[in-house]
Structures are given as C-alpha cells and as structure tokens.
C-alpha cells in the first residue's frame, strides 16, 4: 500500500505529477467507435464537438482480426484530427488478453499528448490498477509527456464490485467507473441477455386485497442495476471520481434508453455510453439538468443568502442541505455552459 507520503509522487523517473484532484470535464455522453470501420471511422472529425467525449474502442465489438487495424486506425485519427473541446479516450483490451500490451505502448508513445483517458475494462481490483498505473507512468516518461493520462475503470466483473473502493482509491489516475452491465450479469450468473436495461421479469406483485390470490394484480418492474449503480455513485464520491452508466444496447428504444440514463443521472452519474450517433443527444439531453430545476436551484440559492439558517420558498422548507443540493445543480449548469452554448443560451435566458 502506497502511504498518504508517496501517493503523489510519480512512478517512474520523469513521468508527470499526478493530479491532485480530478478536473469535472463533462462526459455526459462517451462516444464509441470502432477505428478500424473505415465508415465509422470517416465520421469522427465532423462529430468533434458535438459530444463531449469520442472513445476509440479497441476491446468488446472489434473483431479478433481487426485488432491492429483499430489501434493504428486510432493513431492516425488521433494524429490528424483536432479535437479542441472534444475529450479523446480509449477503451484498450482487457488485461489479461495478447493485445494489451502493445494498445498501451502503441498508444500512449504515440499519441499520448492527446489522449485524456484510458478506459480499462474488466478490472478486477486495485492490484490491476497499480499494473497500469505503473506502466503508464514508465510510457509517458518515454514519451515526454508532460500531463498525465487517466484512467477509467469498467465496473463489470463480481470481484470488481466487491473491490470497488479500493479500486477507486488505487491511483490518483482514476478518472472514473463505468457500469458494464453485459459483462457483469454474466459474471454474476444473471438470467438476462440484454445490454443494460430492465427485464420485465424483474418485478414486485401488489398484495392481494381480501385474500383473493386469483384476481388480477398490477406488477411493477424494478431495476435490475439499482444496486450496483448505487454503490458506484457512492464509491466514486468518497474518492472524488465519476460514475457512468455503460452501454444500453437497444439502439431502437430510444425511450427506454432515456428512463435508463435518467436513472443513472438522477442517482449521481455524470454520463453515460453512447453506441450509435442517436444516442449522444439523449445522453446531452438527460444529464444536462433541466432549465426548470436550474431556474429553481439558482432561486433557492439566492433566497438562501449565506447558504445557512431556513426559509420558505414556495411553500417548502430550505435550509443548508438543500442549499448544498441546488448547488450541485447550479455548478453542473455552469460547467456544461462552458463547453455547450446551446445549453448557455437556455440557462442564460433564466429571469433572475
Ligand atoms: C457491451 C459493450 O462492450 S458496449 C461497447 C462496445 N460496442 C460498441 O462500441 C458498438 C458501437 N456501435 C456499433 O458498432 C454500431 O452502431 C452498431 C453495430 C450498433 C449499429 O451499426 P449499424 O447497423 O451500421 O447502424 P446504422 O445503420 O443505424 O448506422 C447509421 C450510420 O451511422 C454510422 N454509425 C453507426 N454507429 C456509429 C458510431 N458508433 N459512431 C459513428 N458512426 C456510427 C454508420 O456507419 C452509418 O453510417 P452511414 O449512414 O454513412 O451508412
Ligand atoms: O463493456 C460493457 C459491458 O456492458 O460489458
Ligand atoms: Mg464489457
């Protein structure tokens, strides 16, 4: 275990400090793509910014064959694109597969400069966070790079959610988790086969009135990720790290996709995956807060003053605790302005 001394210092000769705190760079939408689909490929110039973060996947959903192909195909994206606002992440081969190795090298020796995070999947507890972290500082020293690279952790193994707080506290790299639901349920053993997204299945039976076990009752469909979200929410704030819902498979529905990363949002994640061009604007859409609750927080701030003591404001009780919630709101909006003048001109046409 790194003592609280050396947990800054880095870790390998001329590598660059670690951060001392993660910026929050919106990622409300991680865009995938595959580099070595020419078709794909061709469109990621013209969707620099228009979605916060573009990932060159190289892992699940590349072909076997295909795997060079797509790390050079990101090299040469990478190499003549200008990403300005637009954030540049990968999602490399799992760690114990025969091309991680060389997407690292590869990757952080040539176009490491532009790279912002590294996604890394099927991560199972600190020690494959200490692996990376290591070898990653070793690259950048290599490389001369003078920022350091994150890294962000798939969530989608049993031992990875039983190690989740040690997995988001094992570098001052971490970035952030995302939710792998695929991967997940069938390391777990769960009895769906959908990516991400509920099982009608899954569900509670309103009692029976008067006894009657035969008559009709209404059955309501819970969520099956409630669970694992939570506890990623809550690992990524106690170590000052974001949470993200993955995938949701079903490109068609786009409204159960909406209910999903709504969820997610409104349980504190930042963002969520996005597969197919249609679902960046419902991710932009759902975690962006709402003109209504902006208008609101920026109202219960003000009344607020010095954010102590409590008032009445529209027939309902504010104090410090909400105060702290409707900054939450308040700050988010601000962020998001900063790389989203859609959004800007919305917030900015609030009343005071
Ligand atoms: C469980 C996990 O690991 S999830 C993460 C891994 N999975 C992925 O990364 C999947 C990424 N997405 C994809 O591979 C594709 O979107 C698919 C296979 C889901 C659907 O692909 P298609 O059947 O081609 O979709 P569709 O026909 O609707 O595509 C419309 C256009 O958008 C393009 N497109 C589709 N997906 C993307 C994308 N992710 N990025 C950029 N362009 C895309 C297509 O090339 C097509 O272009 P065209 O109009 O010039 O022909
Ligand atoms: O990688 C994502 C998943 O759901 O598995
Ligand atoms: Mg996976």
Redesign the pocket.
């Known amino acids: 275990m790194r003592t609280a001394k050396d947990f800054f210092t880095p870790l390998a000769v001329g590598a660059p400090a670690p951060l001392r705190e993660i910026p929050a760079r919106p990622s409300r939408a991680i865009?995938?793509?595959?580099p070595s689909?020419a078709?794909?490929a061709a469109?990621?110039p013209d969707?620099v910014g228009t979605v916060d973060v573009l990932l060159g996947?190289l892992?699940?959903?590349v072909k076997a064959e295909n795997k060079e192909a797509a790390r050079h195909g990101l090299v040469e994206i990478a190499t003549n694109t200008d990403f300005g606002p637009t954030q540049l992440w990968t999602?490399v081969n799992a760690l114990d597969s025969p091309w991680v190795l060389d997407d690292l090298t590869t990757l952080v020796t040539e176009i490491g400069h532009k790279l912002d995070v590294i996604m890394v999947p099927k991560v199972q507890g600190a020690e494959d966070i200490h692996y990376v972290d290591r070898l990653l500082a070793q690259l950048e020293a290599k490389a001369k790079l003078e920022r350091p690279i994150l890294v962000h952790a798939i969530l989608e193994t049993a031992r990875g959610v039983a190690n989740i707080e040690e997995i988001c506290g094992a570098s001052p790299r971490m970035h952030g988790l995302s939710l792998?639901p695929?991967?997940l349920a069938a390391d777990r053993r769960m009895k769906t086969t959908r990516?991400g997204g509920g099982h009608p299945g899954y569900l509670v039976r309103q009692d029976p009135t008067g006894g009657d076990i035969d008559a009709d009752r209404p059955t309501y469909q819970q969520d099956l990720w409630h669970y694992t979200i939570a506890r990623m929410v809550d690992a990524c704030a106690m170590h000052g790290i974001y949470a993200h819902y993955?995938?949701f498979?079903d490109?068609a529905d786009v409204v159960a996709c909406e209910d999903q990363f709504r969820n997610a949002y409104l349980l504190g994640c930042v963002g969520a995956?996005?597969?197919?061009?249609?679902q960046i604007a419902i991710a932009k859409k759902v975690f962006s807060p709402s003109v209504e609750d902006v208008e609101h927080a920026r109202r219960v701030v003000a009344a607020m003053g010095d954010g102590t003591g409590a008032v009445m404001l529209d027939g309902k009780m504010e104090d410090d605790a909400s105060t702290k919630q409707c900054l939450v709101m308040v700050e988010l909006a601000e962020r998001l302005a900063a790389v989203d003048p859609e959004l800007k001109a919305q917030y900015d046409a609030i009343e005071a």
């Open positions: 865009h995938f793509f595959d689909n078709k794909m469109k990621i969707m996947n892992e699940d959903a999602r792998g695929a991967d990516v993955g995938p498979g490109i995956w996005s597969l197919h061009p249609k």
